[in-house]
T-cell receptor, first 113, second 115 residues
Framework: KNEVEQSPQNLTAQEGEFITINCSYS?????LHWLQQHPGGGIVSLFM???GKKKHGRLIATINIQEKHSSLHITASHPRDSAVYIC???????????????FGTGTLLAVQP | KAGVTQTPRYLIKTRGQQVTLSCSPI?????VSWYQQTPGQGLQFLFE???????NKGNFPGRFSGRQFSNSRSEMNVSTLELGDSALYLC??????????????FGSGTRLTVV
């Protein structure tokens, strides 16, 4: 079983739809990241969460530490949102500090006009 | 402010050769971590550096090595290349390593093809 599980793996939506991508993890973490990767490979960090909820434009990210679960929501989706969305956790380590990230497998989102 | 710069962007090498990839972090960032992305395994942690010291290493063979210089620039080296080393190699920089950590900035990656 992967330490970070994402669902769904693939998602096709119509423009304007509300989208939810889920992430569950099984390791101790110090923070959770949502990343966006466009074709060509470049990765952009969307959110870093250690508790609660964050909002940036049409994107909302939430995390429930007790349930080890996070969601990324996209409101009023647009074709330019088409990308791979990756959940990554900053590993809590063995009492020592680390910037090591453990990644989910990603969700390929296609938003059709 | 310049972002994270990875060079080269694309590279083709032959099996058995070695390769060195470079990552220049954002000015002032002292932590650099490296990741390998393949279609089969996804993104995997390679190693991380802070203040010229390797802090953690992922589960990769000893053919994969790295270092960080006093100006925080980092290099990774892969010796005796195998076909399976074909991947996108990404580096990420952050301001600090522990307290005060405020997220990563990723480079655009180096796409290595081994033939």
């Amino acid at each position: 079983k992967n330490e970070v599980e994402q669902s769904p793996q693939n998602l096709t939506a119509q423009e304007g739809e509300f989208i939810t991508i889920n992430c569950s993890y099984s390791v101790g973490i110090s923070a959770l990241h949502w990343l966006q990767q466009h074709p060509g490979g470049g990765i952009v960090s969307l959110f870093m969460l250690s508790s609660g909820k964050k909002k940036h434009g049409r994107l909302i990210a939430t995390i429930n530490i007790q349930e080890k679960h996070s969601s990324l929501h996209i409101t009023a989706s647009h074709p330019r949102d088409s990308a791979v969305y990756i959940c990554a956790v900053r590993w809590g380590g063995y009492g020592g500090a680390t910037n090591k990230l453990i990644f989910g497998t990603g969700t390929l989102l296609a938003v059709q006009p | 402010k310049a972002g994270v710069t990875q060079t080269p962007r694309y590279l083709i090498k032959t099996r058995g050769q070695q390769v060195t990839l470079s990552c220049s972090p954002i000015s002032g960032h002292r932590s650099v971590s490296w990741y390998q992305q393949t279609p089969g395994q996804g993104l995997q942690f390679l190693f991380e550096y802070f203040s010229e010291t390797q802090r953690n290493k992922g589960n990769f063979p000893g053919r994969f090595s790295g270092r960080q210089f006093s100006n925080s620039r980092s290099e990774m080296n892969v010796s005796t290349l195998e076909l399976g080393d074909s991947a996108l190699y990404l580096c990420a920089s952050s301001l600090v390593w522990d307290r005060g950590f405020n997220g990563y900035t990723f480079g655009s990656g180096t796409r290595l093809t081994v033939v």
